[in-house]
């Protein structure tokens, strides 16, 4: 009896005690701004890639982020699969590397709308969806790489435009990525969308015609070119980032080919490019993690230039305008974006576009 009494006022004390002592170390740890939880995510990109952004998330908001990886068709797939259960679904976030892909989420009912002063702020309106189901938070380039030991200056000058990518002097010479990636397919929708479909038929059934192979990985490309396998490919620009930051081989391969942005000069389009973006799942349990998610990404520290940003960490560019851009693209020349073709409509020409690619000889697989 006595003893139980004697630890009772002990544990009395100690609360006390740390009632006194919390507030202290929260001041210092700022642990008062913390949120806290946890937040599901279903993910198209590798952990390995995003694993500093995700580290410096959740240092700041104290939300434990837990992922689940997929092809982005794979993860739409697990999405409905989870709405149609009812009930709360498995992931809060989904994080997509194509417009097409959340365009089509948000036609299927898949994401649940936010905004917030914070987003519209951060995010470029071109950049978002105009009703806040997904927000982007990183650019990816998709342009022309060449080895300039086989392409002549004259050459080069004369490929200025996708289009150009059809003419005969390029026979035999093109590498491109299979109509089966949605690397292909997104980008042939922007030349339907920018020239109509009868001529980007003929681009793309001359594009085709001057194809030696088809490989299904943008760093393989790369180092065919230098090989002397192909002398033009087209590759998201963030590869050359990765190989110019690699080891001394992948510094090699970066040194011995050049960058050269498509569709550039004032009448226009710009060049071809996607996002890395995410919205709020509809039936999300963890709503104000998520939130936080979207709203932390949004700014500046978020989307550092390096790993710790959403952006920096893939050498992709930011979506928000005051964020830095990481200094080894930044050297590859400012580029002219194609934010005529809006985001949110990638996903209405995506069929279009496969049907397109198959009808006019475009490999579906690698060579
Ligand atoms: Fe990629």
Known sequence: MLNTRKSTIFAIIISLLLLVVAPVSAQDDDDDEL??????????????????????????????????????????????????RGNRSVADIFLAIDAGVLAIATE?????????????ANIAETQRDPDGHWYG????????VYNPEN???????????????????????LCMRPASHIYTV?????????????????????????VTRYI?????QIRALVAGEC????????YMGRLANGDDDDQATFEAVQLKWMNQGEDNTGTFYNINGAGIVANAANVEQAQAFLEYFSTIE?????ETGISGVNYEFPTNPEAEINETIAAFGEVMLDTGYPLWEYGDLQAEAVELLEDNGFGFSEN
């Open 231 to 238: 002398d033009v490919a087209l590759v998201n620009h963030y």
């Open 35 to 84: 949120i806290g939880g946890v937040l599901n995510i279903y993910s198209a990109r590798h952990y390995g890639d995003m694993e500093g952004p995700f580290l410096a998330f959740e240092e700041a908001t104290g939300i434990e982020v837990r992922i689940s990886q997929g092809s982005p068709r794979d993860l739409l797939a697990r999405l409905r699969a989870d709405i149609e």
């Open 302 to 306: 978020g989307q550092a230039p390096d």
């Open 186 to 210: 997104s980008w042939t929708s922007g030349l339907i969308y920018n020239l109509g479909a009868e001529e980007a038929a003929e681009v793309i059934s001359g594009i085709a015609n001057n």
């Open 216 to 220: 299904n990985s943008d760093t393989s």
């Open 108 to 120: 299927e009912g898949l994401l649940q709308p936010y905004t917030s002063d914070t987003l519209e």
């Open 137 to 144: 938070l990183s650019q990816r380039v998709r342009t022309v």
């Open 151 to 173: 392409v002549t200056e004259e050459e080069i000058d004369t490929l200025n435009d996708y289009a150009d990518l059809a003419a005969p002097v390029w026979e035999g010479r």
